[in-house]
């Protein structure tokens, strides 16, 4: 009976955990104390109120509203009730006759190539790619702006990593000419921002330089191009790219990454990726979902217009209202505020008239470009989109738009040319 005492004692007990190493003390002392203090009132910046009932969601990255979809549940469910006997394992060591090969196959189809890998995600595919195909050797050109699994991904490949200017071809060339040829990334649709990358150019600097380049697709696969098979598609440059990569967590909205590579560095990728050797394959009802939505998507014409018109009728009320939304062209509408707590009352304002966005801040901006990133859908009503009109004229005298940094800035860029 003492020890059944003591076991109970001992299981109720408080936990207790070590000191933190003297460094990790200071470094949150000094780099995530003061924010958390001064800048957020001492409370986590990204977390604002729940959305109510009858809330606009423009928080999320299902841009043509496939979750849900009944092709889509059915075909997990069917591999769930189906497959019991699947083996957990790496993706490395998975058969050619394996379902996730197949859906490989489908995705490198459906953007124009020959080949390509799943991964856990698309921080992973772009971490995974960039380690095998650079090296010490090898410089590697990013866009500023690019996505941080990039920059990720150049660290992991112990490669020289040097920023371009944002959407700037004429920066990356003179980039090129003094550091030599290498590699060059960018996004094609850029998700702080919604801007198109300026892809033709790009690859006349990268060309004519002997490199290679990496688009990452991951806010155009779905939403652009024919049947959705993403920007290199839709301006006929697929041909000249030589690596695409995606998250499968935004118009997919499933929970993976994938990249393409010629077939003939299957096997080079496959004992030379770390992501891919050292993590799990996905899961049978997650490449049978994924599965269906590709099927489902590339027959969404009628979802992608909507999107479009969407996403053109917004930009222009808001451009009209005074919001700085001038960097980007897309369904990615970006307030950027400035400061964190700009942009957290920026928050608060939207959210209590029932607009849901998203805060960005650092490390997925720079500092003191804090924004609210609106991601918009196809499945917008009338009622909805008239309603974050309503709001962004109404907040607009409170957070007055046109004095934020960015504002400035192009009103003086505007007096000096």
């Excluded at 990720?152 to 090129?176: D, I, K, T, V, Y």
Aim: charged share 20%; net charge neutral; aromatic share 6%.
């Amino acid at each position: 009976m003492q020890v059944l005492e003591r076991e109970i004692s001992s299981s109720a007990r408080t936990p207790h955990n070590p000191s933190l190493g003297k460094r990790l003390q200071e470094r949150i002392a000094h780099e995530f104390a003061p924010r958390w203090a001064q800048q957020w009132g001492d409370k986590f910046i990204l977390h604002g109120r729940s959305p109510g009932a009858g809330a606009v969601r423009l928080d999320g990255n299902d841009y043509l509203n496939v979750t849900g979809h009944p092709e889509i549940v059915q075909a997990q469910i069917s591999a769930l009730t189906r497959d019991r006997e699947s083996v957990v394992q790496s993706g490395v060591f998975l058969l050619g006759s394996h379902p996730a090969h197949a859906l490989e196959k489908s995705l490198a189809s459906w953007v124009g190539k020959d080949d390509g890998f799943l991964c856990q995600s698309g921080y992973t595919a772009n971490m995974g790619l960039l380690q095998i195909i650079a090296d010490a050797q090898t410089p590697i050109y990013l866009d500023s702006l690019a996505h941080a699994s990039l920059w990720e991904g150049a660290h992991a490949a112990r490669a020289p990593a040097h920023a371009f200017r944002h959407n700037s071809p004429e920066h990356l060339a003179r980039m090129m000419k003094t550091h030599g040829p290498g590699v060059v990334v960018v996004d094609s649709v850029y998700s702080t921002t919604g801007a198109v990358c300026r892809l033709h150019e790009i690859l006349e600097v990268t060309e004519q330089n002997d490199s290679m380049i990496v688009v990452d697709e991951s806010h155009s696969l779905g939403t652009h191009g024919p049947q959705g098979a993403g920007l290199c598609a839709e301006l006929g440059v697929t041909d000249r790219v030589h690596f695409i990569t995606a998250s499968l967590a935004k118009a997919v909205a499933g929970r993976a990454g994938f990249f393409t590579a010629p077939a003939s560095m299957r096997y080079y990728i496959l004992i030379s990726s770390f992501p891919n050797i050292f993590s799990s394959s996905l899961l049978p009802h997650e490449i049978a979902g994924l599965a269906a939505t590709v099927g489902v998507l590339q027959r969404s014409d009628d979802a992608r217009r909507r999107l479009h018109a969407n996403t053109r009728r917004l930009r222009s009320t808001f451009t009209d209202i005074g919001y700085p939304i001038h960097q980007g062209t897309e369904q990615i509408i970006s307030l950027e505020a400035g400061t964190e707590p700009a942009a957290m009352i920026l928050r608060d304002e939207l959210e209590a008239r029932d607009v849901i966005g998203s805060i960005f801040c650092a490390p997925a901006t720079s500092r003191n470009r804090a924004m609210v990133r609106l991601t918009l859908s196809s499945a917008l009503t009338e009622a909805e989109m008239s309603h974050v009109e309503a709001v962004a004229r109404e907040i607009a005298p409170i957070v007055k738009p046109w004095d934020w940094p960015i504002a400035r800035r192009a009103r003086s860029a505007k007096m000096d040319v």
